[in-house]
């Protein structure tokens, strides 16, 4: 159980990592970002950057 819990706490330490890293992103890279992930279904890192442009009021 100790283990899980350890796994569990670093997989949403690097979940939250990954998304300040979206949100640090200037527009442009922004933007590129999204475009690479346009095109994949239920893509995370699409959602994100999409929530992140809605945020800025920026689409692509």
Not at 3 to 18: D, F, P
């Amino acid at each position: 159980m100790k283990r899980l819990a350890g796994q569990s706490e670093r997989i949403e330490s690097r979940l939250v990592a990954i998304e300040a890293s979206i949100v640090a992103l200037d527009n442009d890279d922004l933007l590129d970002l999204a475009d690479i992930f346009e095109g994949k279904p239920d893509s995370p890192i699409k959602d994100i950057a999409k929530a992140e442009m809605a945020r800025r009021n920026i689409s692509l």
